[in-house]
């Protein structure tokens, strides 16, 4: 009966406020991004729309390790892709200014893609190596100018609710800016929705994020590359529970 409900909730009210916050908190990103506080808008109305569509679905959060962070410092946070709600809880709860690097499939979606680009949100774009360039490079911009950025190293979303491989992108771009990466685990995001085709309801479940310690740049180039994504990888996989340890390829990544 309370599942019926919960649906219900979700269907009538969830679903057209949910809407209609996100088209709201789109225009005025827009707005305020095109009127020269970009950063501001991103950092105030992203995540109060994250933080908003949590608490309109009652789900618990648990959030690990904030005192790991300098609010100071730019970083590369990675985390693992279980779910669409990994967006919702890292940018709804992770109080520390960053720009997300997301799929160029997104960049579509009306009112979205739109205020996402306007925000200086990176898209990744492997078409051509001119794009895949042209993408690092707007990254590394970004993070010259003192922000964070925030990837899923995986590039896709899993269909298992265990990790794939980690692309070296976000690792390589963190080697030439010598920037320490911070590893976080997200738990529970697939059990809440998990990755299949069309309209699926919620589930009640709790969120769980783990930022694990920073990882310093012991040096420059291929060696460094490989040991903070290996590094950052078992620190991720450490924080996941037993049902979801060890590595399933995903074919779309």
């Known amino acids: 009966m309370l599942t019926i409900i919960y649906r219900l909730y979700q269907f009538f009210i969830v679903l057209p406020l949910g809407l209609l916050l996100t088209g709201v908190m789109c225009i ?8 020269g506080f970009p950063s501001f808008a991103a950092r105030t109305f992203g995540p109060f729309w994250a933080w908003a569509m949590v608490r309109m679905l ?14 100071r410092q730019s970083y590369v946070f990675v985390a ?16 520390h200014e960053f720009k997300w690097m997301m799929k160029k499939s997104l960049e579509k979606i009306p009112f979205v893609g739109f205020a996402c680009r306007k925000a200086g949100f990176i898209f990744v774009d492997k078409s051509s190596r001119h794009a895949i360039v042209k993408t690092m490079r707007d990254a590394r911009k970004a993070l010259t100018g003192g922000a964070s950025l925030c990837v899923f190293p995986e590039g896709a979303r899993t ?14 771009l963190a080697d030439t800016l010598q920037l320490p990466i911070v590893p976080i685990t997200i738990d529970g995001s697939f059990d809440i929705l998990p990755r299949m085709k069309g309209f699926n309801f919620v589930t009640y ?7 694990h310690d920073p990882i310093v740049p012991t040096c420059k180039g291929a060696d460094n590359v490989k040991r903070c994504m290996e590094e950052s ?7 996941l529970p037993e049902r979801h340890q060890g590595t399933v390829e995903n074919p779309d990544q």
């Open 28 to 35: 005025l990103i827009s707005v305020f991004s095109m009127i």
């Open 58 to 71: 009652f789900l618990p959060v648990h959030v690990e390790g904030l005192e790991r962070l300098d609010r």
């Open 233 to 239: 990888y078992a620190a991720i996989m450490s924080g």
């Open 159 to 172: 269909f298992t609710g265990h990790m794939g491989i980690f692309r070296r992108g976000a690792f390589q």
């Open 80 to 95: 693992n892709h279980q779910g669409a709600f990994d967006i919702f809880g890292i940018y709804g709860f992770l109080p």
């Open 205 to 211: 479940h709790p969120l769980r994020i783990i930022v």
